[in-house]
């Protein structure tokens, strides 16, 4: 059975961003969120996006229709490259619902988003993660316990640990990934 | 060198300095004199009705260089007494707050407030939406919550579509991951997970 979390932190700080990734976002409560997600000063939701060409005025409805309004949308679309590709209608639409906007890219969102929560600013975020980051040690090894942990329970064909086929497979699998990412950043420096 | 310089002092600059110095101050002293502010020349209608004055009563003139003390004592007297300065406000003007207390924060994070507009919803209202919409999209229709919230269908149907309620996985604890994620630091540090199905 699928289990759905409406996730509060009722401690004083309300929510914070402790690190993105290609993957999503830890929180400061631990939990670590998959994919684009819509931020409350208190609530996570996620955000059924694919990238900056999905973030429109349907997908933007939710932060139109709060009341109290909210004071500030900030908005990350992404790698930096991404800013150029977003819709600047947008800007018009949410102009004239008198909503506040910073759009940035993910890795300045997070921060403004961080910095605005912890000022009780009334603020909301509409973040997607970046499908890029530049490579160091710190976010290499946090890729690698994510791919040794989490990963295999998410599928199917790998629900008996225990098979040494399976195993060698995903290894193999996983070796390709780090090979191929590590060329792909040499290619972009 | 110095002595050469006094030298010349006690001979030649100081007797050419002083050279008929009596008469120059005197011939300086006129010209100040001369150069004095005069007094502004009264009006001409007014020139004998003044002299007049001051003939008839010249005690009047002298009158007026004096100062009057008594003058001086008429604020000695004088204490300053507002009634209204210490008034404490207990009512509220208008719109005026008078609670001074700290704000308490509520669950979400901000004042929910006690009436919502048509068409509008608060984010706790939304979460209960979204996470019953997707627990049983049969049972709960989109056409109920609008009703229910009193919401536009097809901006609900919107929001249904792009937001969801986070689904849960949780990593085995034993793993690395699993120790190093957050799930033995809930309950630790104050904050709660409420699961709602």
Same mark, same amino acid.
């Given at each position: 059975m699928k289990t759905t979390v409406n996730f509060l932190?009722?401690?004083?700080?309300?929510i914070f961003f402790e690190t993105y990734s290609q993957l999503g976002f830890r929180l400061n409560s631990g939990l670590m969120v998959i994919g684009p997600c819509a931020v409350f000063p208190r609530s996570v939701l996620h955000w059924n996006?694919?990238?900056?060409?999905?973030?429109?005025e349907e997908s933007l409805s939710l932060f139109t229709i709060l009341e109290p309004k909210i004071d500030i949308l900030v908005i990350?679309?992404? #790698?930096? !490259?991404c800013l150029s590709r977003f819709n600047p209608k947008l800007i018009q639409h949410l102009r004239s619902k008198r909503i506040g906007m910073e759009i940035l890219p993910t890795d300045q969102a997070v921060a403004t988003f961080n910095f605005l929560n912890s000022e009780k600013r009334y603020v909301a975020g509409a973040l997607i993660p970046p499908s890029y980051i530049p490579v160091d040690d710190d976010n290499l090894e946090e890729d690698e316990l994510y791919l040794d942990n989490?990963?295999?329970?998410?599928?199917? #064909?790998? !629900?008996?640990?225990?098979s040494a086929e399976v195993e060698a497979s995903f290894k193999k699998a996983k070796d390709q990934f780090f090979k191929w990412r590590k060329e792909t950043e040499k290619d972009k420096h | 060198m110095g002595g050469f310089k006094n030298l010349l002092a006690h001979f030649f600059k100081r007797p050419v300095k002083n050279w008929n110095i009596e008469n120059r101050a005197f011939k300086l002293l006129e010209e100040q004199e001369r150069l004095k502010p005069a007094v502004a020349p009264r009006h001409p209608t007014t020139v004998e009705k003044l002299d007049d004055l001051i003939k008839e009563r010249p005690e009047l003139l002298e009158l007026q260089r004096q100062k009057d003390e008594s003058l001086d004592s008429m604020l000695k007297g004088m204490i300053v007494n507002p009634e209204k300065v210490n008034e404490v406000v207990t009512?509220?003007?208008?719109?005026?707050?008078v609670d001074r207390s700290p704000i308490i924060d509520d669950d979400f994070g901000y004042t929910e407030p006690n009436k919502i507009p048509q068409g509008k919803c608060t984010i706790r209202q939304s979460m209960k939406f979204i996470a019953d919409y997707h627990a049983d999209p049969k049972k709960v229709t989109v056409q109920r919550i609008a009703k229910e919230y009193s919401l536009d269908t097809q901006q609900l149907i919107h929001i249904l579509k792009y937001f969801q309620t986070l689904d849960l996985h949780i990593p085995d604890p034993k793993s690395k991951l699993g120790a190093k994620s957050g799930h033995k630091q809930l309950g630790t540090g104050g904050e709660t997970v409420k699961i709602t199905r």
């Amino acid at each position: 059975m699928k289990t759905t979390v409406n996730f509060l932190n009722t401690s004083d700080v309300g929510i914070f961003f402790e690190t993105y990734s290609q993957l999503g976002f830890r929180l400061n409560s631990g939990l670590m969120v998959i994919g684009p997600c819509a931020v409350f000063p208190r609530s996570v939701l996620h955000w059924n996006v694919r990238n900056v060409d999905d973030i429109s005025e349907e997908s933007l409805s939710l932060f139109t229709i709060l009341e109290p309004k909210i004071d500030i949308l900030v908005i990350g679309v992404g #790698e930096h !490259k991404c800013l150029s590709r977003f819709n600047p209608k947008l800007i018009q639409h949410l102009r004239s619902k008198r909503i506040g906007m910073e759009i940035l890219p993910t890795d300045q969102a997070v921060a403004t988003f961080n910095f605005l929560n912890s000022e009780k600013r009334y603020v909301a975020g509409a973040l997607i993660p970046p499908s890029y980051i530049p490579v160091d040690d710190d976010n290499l090894e946090e890729d690698e316990l994510y791919l040794d942990n989490t990963v295999p329970d998410m599928f199917e #064909e790998y !629900k008996n640990p225990g098979s040494a086929e399976v195993e060698a497979s995903f290894k193999k699998a996983k070796d390709q990934f780090f090979k191929w990412r590590k060329e792909t950043e040499k290619d972009k420096h | 060198m110095g002595g050469f310089k006094n030298l010349l002092a006690h001979f030649f600059k100081r007797p050419v300095k002083n050279w008929n110095i009596e008469n120059r101050a005197f011939k300086l002293l006129e010209e100040q004199e001369r150069l004095k502010p005069a007094v502004a020349p009264r009006h001409p209608t007014t020139v004998e009705k003044l002299d007049d004055l001051i003939k008839e009563r010249p005690e009047l003139l002298e009158l007026q260089r004096q100062k009057d003390e008594s003058l001086d004592s008429m604020l000695k007297g004088m204490i300053v007494n507002p009634e209204k300065v210490n008034e404490v406000v207990t009512k509220s003007i208008g719109q005026l707050p008078v609670d001074r207390s700290p704000i308490i924060d509520d669950d979400f994070g901000y004042t929910e407030p006690n009436k919502i507009p048509q068409g509008k919803c608060t984010i706790r209202q939304s979460m209960k939406f979204i996470a019953d919409y997707h627990a049983d999209p049969k049972k709960v229709t989109v056409q109920r919550i609008a009703k229910e919230y009193s919401l536009d269908t097809q901006q609900l149907i919107h929001i249904l579509k792009y937001f969801q309620t986070l689904d849960l996985h949780i990593p085995d604890p034993k793993s690395k991951l699993g120790a190093k994620s957050g799930h033995k630091q809930l309950g630790t540090g104050g904050e709660t997970v409420k699961i709602t199905r």
